[in-house]
C-alpha cells in the first residue's frame, strides 16, 4: 500500500459548486484505493481572500435569494466534501507553505482536470523535491496549445516527471513538443461505472429532460428555446443546473439547486441529457443517457476541446450540436452503448497498465 497525494481543483470547489471538479476526485481517489492504495487531496487553493470571492458573487448574482441559495448549495458541496473524500489535513494557499510543510506521501499525483491549464507551480508539483515521486494523471492543458508564459515556464517543470499520462489527445502532441512522452488516458470520471456513484433524489422527475449549461453569456448560446420546445412536444419535465454565475438567465421555474449527489441522481433519473460542459458529457456517457453536447463560444471556446478530443475517443463527435434544428433528431438517435462500453474498458486496462508502470 502506497500513500497518495493527489493535486487537482481544489481551489476551484472553494470559489465555485463545480461538479466535474469535487467529482473526478471522487472517482480518482475510489480507483487508486480499489488499488490498495490510501489516497489524499491536497487543498491547495489560491490566495484570493473569501472576501473578493463574496464580492465578486454579489457583483454577479445581483439579487439576494440567488446569492443564498448559492450558499445552501455551497454547503452541500462541503458536506459530499466531509462525508466521501480524504483530505490533506492542511489548506495550503502558496507553494512556499507546501514545500515547507509538505504533506507526508509515497507518491505525488497532478491531476485530473484542468491542472496545466496555467502555471500555478503547486500544480506541476514544484514543491515535491524527489523526481521519481511526481505522476501526472489525465492532466488536462484546457486548450489545444499553450500560452507564450506557459511555453517558457512549464517545459523543464513537467520534464522532472517520472511518468505522464495526459486527458486530451492533443495533450500528447503538447508534451511532445517539449520532449515528454506522455499517454492519452481517461478523465477518472469514466474509471467508474454509474452504480458506484452515490446519486440520491434530485427532484428530477424520472424520464425529464436534465440540461447542464454553464458559462453563458445568454440563453442563445445554448439554442434554449429549442430544448424548451422539444420538452414541451414531448411532455417531458424540464430541469436546469447551472453555476459560475449563469443561474441568472434561467426562469426559476426550471433552476434546481443540488448537492453533488442529488446532481448524479438527476442524470440517473433522465430521460435525455442537453449540456455544453466536459463533465456534464461525462455522465450522460456513464449512466448511458441519448444526449446533445454543445460547443461553448467566444471566450469559453478554448474549453471545446476537452469535449471535441473526449466524442472523438469514443467516436461520438456527431452528438456535438451543429445547428438548432438538429436537436431532436440528435436526441432520438441511439447510440452503440456496448461499442461504448467496450472501448471504456479498452481505455481503462490502458489506466491500469500506467499505474503498474509506475509500480501502483
Known sequence: EMKIGVISSYACIKAANNYGAVLQYFALQEYLKRRGHEVFWIRSVLPHSGVRIFLRHVKHYRSLPLLLRYYECHKKFFDFIGRYLNLSPSIYRKVSELARNCPSADVYVAGS?????????????????????????????????????????????????????????????????????????????????????????????????????????????????????????????????????????????????LSPQQWLGSYKAARCIVTNTFHGTVFALVYHKPFVAILQGGAYSTQNERIISLLETFNLQHRILRSKPQLGELLETPIDWAGFEERKSEMKEKTDAFFRSVSL
Not at 482536470?113 to 489525465?138: C, H, T
Not at 453563458?216 to 411532455?235: M, P
Open 113 to 257: 482536470d484542468q491542472v496545466w491549464g496555467g502555471i500555478q507551480p503547486e500544480n506541476y508539483l514544484r514543491f515535491v523535491s524527489e523526481n521519481n515521486k511526481k505522476i501526472a494523471y489525465a492532466a488536462s492543458f484546457g486548450s489545444k496549445r499553450l500560452t507564450p508564459l506557459q511555453l517558457a515556464t512549464i517545459p523543464q517543470w513537467i520534464r522532472e516527471f517520472r511518468a505522464v499520462s495526459v486527458r486530451e489527445s492533443s495533450g500528447v502532441e503538447i508534451c511532445r513538443q517539449m520532449g515528454v512522452y506522455a499517454v492519452h488516458l481517461l478523465d477518472p470520471t469514466l474509471l467508474l461505472d454509474a452504480a458506484d456513484y452515490p446519486a440520491a433524489d434530485s427532484g428530477l422527475p424520472e424520464g425529464g429532460m436534465f440540461c447542464y449549461l454553464i458559462n453563458l453569456n445568454n440563453l442563445d448560446d445554448v439554442c434554449f428555446d429549442a430544448i424548451e420546445e422539444y420538452a414541451v412536444t414531448n411532455g417531458l419535465p424540464l430541469k436546469v443546473v447551472s453555476c459560475q454565475y449563469s443561474e441568472v438567465f434561467f426562469n426559476r421555474k426550471y433552476f434546481l439547486w
